[in-house]
């Protein structure tokens, strides 16, 4: 299983200091296909339209990468300062 938190940072057009957190979870090989579940930890943070993201290969490391580009892009989200960690406890 691997895991990640990812947090977001910045200023939004308004004006407005925002700081937003998702954890993420691929648990099902290296290698391989199979999906990762996004988790919001931030009240009101947007969300993809499934909370799941499948990667036909590349393995957790691919199916995490794949759910990070996903919230970057989200409206709302695009332009704030992106910190990864990998495994957090």
Not at 30 to 43: A, R, T, V
Not at 53 to 65: D, F, M, S, W
Request: hydrophobic share 40%.
């Amino acid at each position: 299983m691997l895991t990640a938190s990812l947090r977001l940072m910045g200023t939004l057009n308004d004006g407005a200091e925002v700081y937003r957190s998702y954890y993420l979870v691929a648990d099902f090989g290296q290698h391989g296909g199979g999906k990762s579940s996004i988790i919001p930890l931030s009240l009101g943070a947007p969300m993809p339209d499934d909370d799941h993201l499948v990667v036909k290969y590349g393995g957790e490391e691919a199916a995490l990468k794949a759910a990070a580009e996903a919230i970057k892009a989200l409206p709302g989200n695009q332009g704030l300062e992106v910190r990864v960690v990998i495994n957090p406890e």
